[in-house]
C-alpha cells in the first residue's frame, strides 16, 4: 500500500497563477483532508470530504476550491495564487470523519512569488 | 527541506534516555488526542492516541499521559534513539453538536545526541 500520494511535490508558481494539487489515498477511507503548515504554526485545515460527494469548509478556505473526485481522490485548486498561499500543503485521510487517526501525505511545498 | 516552524522548542536527549515532550492543550472539552512525529521534509506520522476517559496509554516505548484538570497531555519516549529525531506535536479533536474540530500544536524538536 502506498498510503496517501501527492504530486507535485515542489511547485513555484507567480502571482495569478492557478494550479492543482493532487491527492490519493488506497486505503479506502471515506474521509480527507487539506492542511496547510506555515512556520510556527499547527496544520490548519483548508477543506475536507467527510465522504465521497461530500466537501466542506475548513479554517482558512479562502482562494482555495476542492473536488472529491472518487472515494479515493481528493483535488485542491488555487485558482489566482498569491504570496500567503506560500506554504506547505498535505493531504491527509481517515477511516471516517472523528475520533481517529489521519493518514498524512508527504506535502507539496509551494513557492508564489 | 525546513518544514515546521523555525524557532520551536527544542528537547536535547542523550541517545538511550527517556524524552518526556509536553504539549498544553487549548479546550477542556476536546475529547480525543493523538502525537504525530513528523520528520524534515516528510508529513505527519502517527504515534498514538487517547481518548479523554482515559488517563495513560502505552504503546511500543511510547507512553501518553493526559492530564484533563490542567490540560496537559505528554508523550513519553522510552530508551530514545537516532531515529526518533523529529519534530512532535499534539493535536486535539473537539466534538460539538456532530462536527469536529482538530486543533494542532505548533510541536516540539526533538534531537538526540550519539
Known amino acids: 500500500n502506498a498510503g496517501v500520494t501527492q504530486t507535485p511535490k515542489f511547485q513555484v508558481l507567480k502571482t495569478g497563477q492557478s494550479m492543482t494539487l493532487q491527492c490519493a489515498q488506497d486505503m479506502n477511507h471515506n474521509s480527507m483532508y487539506w492542511y496547510r503548515q506555515d512556520p510556527g504554526m499547527g496544520l490548519r485545515l483548508i477543506y475536507y470530504s467527510a465522504s465521497e460527494g461530500t466537501t466542506d469548509k475548513g479554517e482558512v478556505p479562502n482562494g482555495y476550491n476542492v473536488s472529491r473526485l472518487n472515494k479515493r481522490e481528493f483535488s485542491l485548486r488555487l485558482e489566482s495564487a498569491a504570496p500567503s498561499q506560500t506554504s506547505v500543503y498535505f493531504c491527509a485521510s481517515s477511516a471516517y470523519r472523528g475520533r481517529n487517526e489521519q493518514y498524512f501525505g508527504p506535502g507539496t511545498r509551494l513557492t508564489v512569488t | 527541506g525546513e518544514s515546521v516552524g523555525l524557532h520551536l522548542p527544542t528537547l536535547s536527549v542523550q541517545e538511550g534516555d527517556n524524552s518526556i515532550i509536553n504539549c498544553a492543550y487549548s479546550?477542556?472539552?476536546?475529547?480525543?488526542f493523538i502525537w504525530y512525529k513528523q520528520e524534515s521534509g516528510k508529513g505527519p506520522q502517527f504515534i498514538i492516541d487517547?481518548?479523554?476517559?482515559?488517563d495513560k496509554r502505552q504503546g511500543q516505548r511510547v507512553t501518553v499521559l493526559l492530564n484533563k484538570t490542567v490540560k496537559h497531555l505528554s508523550l513519553q519516549i522510552a530508551a530514545t534513539q537516532p531515529g526518533d529525531s523529529a519534530v512532535y506535536f499534539c493535536a486535539e479533536t473537539l466534538t460539538t453538536s456532530g462536527t469536529y474540530k482538530y486543533i494542532f500544536g505548533t510541536g516540539t524538536r526533538l534531537k538526540v545526541l550519539a
Open positions: 479546550n477542556s472539552a476536546s475529547d480525543y
Open positions: 487517547i481518548r479523554s476517559n482515559m
